[in-house]
């Protein structure tokens, strides 16, 4: 009689591709109990956990995931959509949804949209229901659409929309939500702190509840110090590295030119830096400069970015594990501050 790791050894050998009955095979147990251990049933002692596992390692099984998603009349995907330009942002929301999926056996589905598409809202249908998704993270701004919000509802999709702090967006469950506002207060009290006085804004883009939160914190910020934003001094992005580049061009060319920005995203202040070094200006000797989302480019940059930190990450995890814990059902809205990380590109005038 062959013993248990002759039969694996066998089974190795045999370069077949593993199946769940080869594993319930060769682990000596029903194909019903190790489908349990697959799908994480609390039900299975844990060193019968172990012994399934120990031999799906051994034999390199893989579950198929339309066969599971068959077997439980769902699918173990989790949909990401998004019509955002900022793309370091919707990465960290990446990255962070991963590593709460991580050992899960539930995977990420990316869904780039277009808003202003005629085929929105069927684009997204047809998107959730051939993926069969077991729900799905909504990013801004598209997280603030009443029409996808209605459709997720009408199709019973679990959802979690990630948005900025604002009354219209605590009513209902299914939010992680974000106190912009707070963090672009301090950016505007620490620039007007450190004397200065003519101070571009660098806006984010219309229709982008996050762009008007963010603009309203730092006039709070500038206001506390009997300032305020100067129409001459506010040009208006769109979130784009080439959007902050040109906008930059413009203030800092003007007869009126600021001795400090703030720009609404890290992304445009990078481009707020490309249009400073063109322009001969040192930073931060004559051009103090901040950003906002803290993303990794802002340590790498030199002079380290000034910025407001923005815990996407942390949200996306948050995001997933709403879904994981409670399949969408609605729960109290998940709320994230924003705070002020001072680096080397901001200085007295």
Same mark, same amino acid.
């Given at each position: 009689?062959?013993?248990?790791d002759?039969d694996?050894e066998a089974?190795i050998?045999?370069?077949?591709k593993a199946?769940?009955?080869?594993?319930?095979?060769?682990?000596?147990?029903?194909k019903?109990t190790?489908?349990?251990?697959?799908?994480a049933s609390?039900?299975?002692?844990?060193?019968?956990?172990?012994q399934?596992?120990?031999v799906?390692?051994?034999i390199?099984?893989?579950p198929?995931?339309?066969?599971?998603?068959l077997?439980f009349?769902?699918?173990?995907l989790?949909?990401l959509?998004?019509?955002n330009?900022? /793309?370091?942002?919707?990465?960290?929301?990446?990255?962070?949804?991963?590593?709460?999926?991580?050992?899960?056996?539930?995977?990420?589905?990316?869904?780039p949209?277009?808003r202003h598409s005629?085929?929105?809202?069927?684009?997204i249908r047809?998107?959730i229901e051939?993926?069969?998704?077991?729900?799905?993270?909504?990013?801004?701004p598209?997280?603030?659409?009443?029409?996808l919000?209605?459709?997720?509802?009408?199709?019973?999709?679990?959802?979690?929309?990630?948005?900025?702090?604002h009354?219209?967006?605590?009513?209902g469950?299914?939010?992680?939500?974000?106190?912009?506002?707070i963090?672009?207060?301090?950016?505007?009290?620490?620039?007007?702190?450190l004397?200065?006085?003519r101070?571009?804004f660098?806006?984010?883009?219309? %229709?982008?509840l996050?762009?008007?939160?963010?603009?309203?914190?730092?006039r709070?910020?500038?206001?506390?110090?009997?300032?305020?934003i100067e129409?001459?001094?506010?040009?208006q992005?769109?979130?784009?590295?080439?959007?902050?580049?040109a906008? /930059?061009?413009?203030?800092?060319?003007?007869?009126?030119?600021?001795?400090?920005?703030?720009? %609404?995203?890290?992304?445009?202040?990078?481009g707020?830096?490309?249009a400073?070094?063109?322009?001969?200006?040192?930073?931060p000797d004559d051009?103090?400069?901040?950003?906002?989302?803290?993303?990794?480019? /802002?340590?790498?940059?030199?002079?380290p970015?000034?910025?407001?930190h923005l815990?996407?990450?942390d949200?996306?995890r948050?995001a997933?594990?709403?879904l994981l814990?409670?399949e969408g059902?609605?729960?109290?809205?998940?709320?994230?501050?924003?705070a002020l990380v001072?680096?080397?590109s901001?200085?007295?005038?």
């Amino acid at each position: 009689m062959t013993t248990y790791d002759d039969d694996i050894e066998a089974f190795i050998k045999s370069r077949k591709k593993a199946t769940i009955n080869d594993v319930a095979r060769l682990a000596r147990l029903s194909k019903k109990t190790v489908s349990r251990v697959i799908n994480a049933s609390p039900s299975v002692r844990a060193e019968t956990r172990d012994q399934v596992n120990a031999v799906i390692d051994r034999i390199g099984f893989r579950p198929d995931p339309q066969a599971r998603g068959l077997a439980f009349r769902r699918s173990f995907l989790i949909g990401l959509i998004y019509d955002n330009p900022n /793309a370091q942002y919707v990465v960290n929301m990446q990255l962070g949804a991963l590593d709460a999926l991580r050992g899960s056996g539930t995977e990420l589905v990316l869904h780039p949209c277009d808003r202003h598409s005629d085929q929105f809202i069927k684009d997204i249908r047809d998107f959730i229901e051939l993926q069969r998704l077991a729900g799905v993270i909504v990013l801004p701004p598209i997280s603030e659409d009443k029409r996808l919000l209605g459709l997720l509802e009408d199709l019973k999709t679990p959802y979690v929309r990630v948005s900025a702090l604002h009354p219209a967006t605590t009513k209902g469950g299914h939010a992680i939500l974000s106190k912009e506002r707070i963090g672009c207060r301090a950016a505007g009290e620490h620039l007007a702190q450190l004397g200065h006085t003519r101070i571009g804004f660098i806006a984010g883009p219309d %229709g982008y509840l996050s762009a008007s939160e963010r603009r309203a914190g730092f006039r709070e910020g500038l206001q506390a110090h009997g300032l305020d934003i100067e129409p001459a001094l506010e040009v208006q992005g769109d979130y784009t590295l080439e959007s902050g580049h040109a906008a /930059a061009l413009r203030l800092l060319t003007s007869d009126t030119r600021p001795t400090a920005l703030f720009a %609404g995203n890290d992304e445009m202040a990078i481009g707020a830096y490309k249009a400073a070094f063109g322009l001969g200006l040192r930073i931060p000797d004559d051009l103090s400069i901040c950003g906002y989302d803290d993303s990794p480019m /802002a340590e790498r940059v030199y002079p380290p970015l000034t910025t407001v930190h923005l815990p996407t990450r942390d949200m996306a995890r948050a995001a997933v594990l709403t879904l994981l814990r409670s399949e969408g059902a609605p729960e109290d809205a998940l709320i994230f501050e924003s705070a002020l990380v001072v680096r080397q590109s901001t200085a007295k005038v």
